[in-house]
């Protein structure tokens, strides 16, 4: 199911919202803080960020400059002030993908939503990049700090999974079904030694050994 986190601190807004993405068919997350909502934003699968500007203890504009800067890629639709040129193009300076401004219907935003996500769907994925690290995955080219790097499809895959996924920890058993397309670990340690290989060669800072849980891209 699609989920939209919205993070909107007037609850009368996201009431309104939320019901009607409800009845439209996507599943909805409602924060109503600028830190938590980044923070979900950056640890949850969220398809796509409605993302209100005056917020409590972060801005919007701070939410979005901060979630593009760990690497996120998820859509972002701010919702701004009608009388605001201003937030419009900081808005779209800081890395948004779209904006509706208040007061708006709900049709004007759910074709906002539709039209944002199916872009997602079609052009999502073809690039990842993080922490300079960066993946083209329909070329097949890794690069490091600009400077191109040589993966095998398997560490490739493993890679892909680790920068899809920032700041998430990933379980051996994750990686073993979606990298190795093994439902059941073979108990050996094929995990491990690939993640040695992508420590050589993407550098050892990224990738965190989280004990007894698995690994994390940081
Ligand atoms: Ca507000």
């Known amino acids: 199911m699609t989920k939209i986190l919205l993070i909107e601190d007037e609850p009368r807004i996201s009431a309104f919202v939320s019901r009607g993405l409800d009845s439209a068919g996507y599943a909805t997350v409602i924060v109503d803080d600028g830190a938590e909502g980044l923070a979900r934003a950056l640890k949850e699968d969220i398809d796509l960020v409605l993302l209100d500007v005056g917020l409590p203890s972060m801005d919007g504009f701070e939410v979005l400059r901060e979630l593009r800067a760990q690497g996120s890629t998820v859509p972002v639709i701010m919702l701004t002030a009608r009388s605001s040129t201003r937030d419009t193009v900081e808005g779209l300076d800081a890395g948004a993908n779209d904006y509706v401004s208040k007061p708006f219907t709900f049709e004007e935003l759910l074709a906002r939503v539709r039209s944002r996500l199916r872009e997602s769907a079609s052009s999502g994925g073809v690039a990842v990049a993080h922490g300079g690290v960066a993946l083209d995955i ?20 493993l890679a892909e999974q680790f920068l899809r996924n920032p700041g998430r920890v990933l379980s051996r058993e994750h990686l073993l079904r979606t990298v190795w397309g093994l439902d059941f670990d ?7 030694v690939y993640v040695r290989y992508l420590r050589g060669k993407l550098g ?11 690994y994390r891209w940081e």
């Open 138 to 157: 329909l070329a097949r080219r890794t690069t490091v700090d600009g400077r191109e790097v040589e993966l095998s499809a398997r560490e490739f895959a």
């Open 186 to 192: 073979p108990g050996s340690n094929v995990v491990d």
């Open 204 to 214: 050892p800072q990224h990738i965190v050994t989280v004990r007894g849980a698995g």
